[in-house]
């Protein structure tokens, strides 16, 4: 009891300032019993924008607001966060902006890269990213 109750007030304190917005009441729910072992596994699709040389501040705030948008669109994404890097290590290789996109399952991830407002999404770019980088992962 008391391991369970310290593992809640840990996560609790690492999670305070979490930034993740479920979308679906059964998640929220998940994440307020922290070490609830009946929390689903999620799949984490994580992406990262090195913009090229010269794109200018209007269209990378296109870019977020699109990206944004596409939880709205597309039913399939249980959770979204974006934001731009902060870290004082200076490694992000020229990484400007991450996008966290979470998903119930394999399913749910390989319909939204092919679902038309994320086909969209990747037209509206218009060739102003260098460098794309994704990689998933499970969580609970």
């Known amino acids: 009891m008391m391991k369970n109750l310290l593992c809640c007030a840990l996560i609790a304190i690492v999670c305070a ?3 993740m917005q479920p979308k679906s009441s059964k998640m929220a729910e998940c994440q307020k019993s922290c070490c ?16 090229k040389e010269g ?3 209007e269209k990378i705030k296109e870019v977020q607001s699109s990206f944004a948008a596409l939880p709205s669109e597309i039913d399939l994404i249980k959770g979204f966060e974006m934001g731009t890097d902060v870290s004082v290590e200076k490694r992000s290789e020229g990484f400007t902006h991450v996008f966290v996109v979470t998903f119930s399952n394999e399913a749910g991830r390989d319909a939204y890269l092919v679902h038309p407002a994320h086909k969209e999404f990747g037209k509206s770019l218009g060739g102003c990213l260098d460098k794309v980088l994704v990689i998933d992962y499970w969580t609970k």
């Open 17 to 19: 300032g979490c930034s």
């Open 36 to 51: 609830s072992k009946e929390c689903p596994k999620m799949l984490r699709h994580v992406v990262l924008f090195k913009f």
């Open 55 to 57: 794109t200018t501040p």
